[in-house]
């Protein structure tokens, strides 16, 4: 079965210093998200992505977050400073458009900002 | 999207069927109830979606009343490794999908 790959699965990083998350989208999707979930707490939606361009963001998603589809198969989220309140995990999406099919999830990376 | 109601938790034996509730009074016609699942700390996972109809795959069933206003997840057979938060999501065709509390179910031996 078709999977969304997210690496590292867990990164440590100092406070102020840049992290690229990783996630490498099912082939043949065309909708790609990025969620995350600070521990103990609610799965939330941080940026929406679609032919090469952000169609929606959450409130979270500020300028230090940007994401990148650099060739055709990785996607990217960026934080430019990493703050403490970073750490979470990140989790990746793709979706193929077709109808309303479901959300394929990665496994996530763990973000930990020291 | 239209708010879902789940209770926050509940238990299930092993080998019998799981009924997870969720209200959705508010829902609009062109909404379908979609229902994920979160095993601890993994990334959700889509299960089973519904406009109306009831629909029935591999892994469970959804029943959806007439009016639309509430539905129930069934896994019909229990495992421990269904033990898992369980997300019902009322989503109209271009939102996004966003999730709520869900319900906590463990499933005991």
């Known amino acids: 079965e078709p999977e969304v790959t997210q690496t590292p699965s867990h990164q440590v990083t100092q406070m102020g210093q840049e992290v690229i998350l990783r996630c490498v989208p099912i082939s043949n999707h065309l909708y790609f998200y990025w969620y995350r979930q600070i521990l103990g707490q609610k799965v939330e939606f941080l940026v929406s992505?679609?032919?090469?361009?952000?169609?929606?963001k959450s409130e979270i998603f500020d300028d230090q977050f940007s994401v990148e589809r650099p060739d055709g198969s990785n996607f990217t989220l960026k934080i430019r400073s990493t703050k403490l309140e970073d750490s979470a995990m990140y989790f990746c999406a793709s979706r193929s458009g077709r109808g309303l099919g479901g959300y394929t999830f990665g496994s996530g990376t763990r973000l930990t900002v020291v | 999207d239209a708010k879902t109601t789940q209770p926050p938790s509940m238990d299930c034996a092993e080998g019998r069927a799981a009924n997870l509730p969720c209200n959705h009074s508010?829902?609009?016609?062109?909404?379908?109830v979609y229902w994920y699942r979160q095993i601890h700390s993994q990334g959700p996972q889509y299960i089973i979606h519904?406009?109306?109809n009831n629909e029935t795959n591999e892994m469970a069933s959804l029943i959806i009343t007439e009016d639309r206003k509430s539905s129930t997840l069934i896994l019909p057979h229990a495992t421990l490794r269904d033990t898992a938060v369980y997300y019902c999501i009322a989503l109209g065709a271009g939102n996004m999908l966003t999730f709520g509390g869900g319900t906590r179910l463990m499933v005991k031996p």
């Open positions: 519904g406009l109306k």
């Open positions: 508010t829902i609009s016609g062109n909404e379908y």
């Open positions: 992505f679609y032919n090469n361009e952000i169609s929606e």
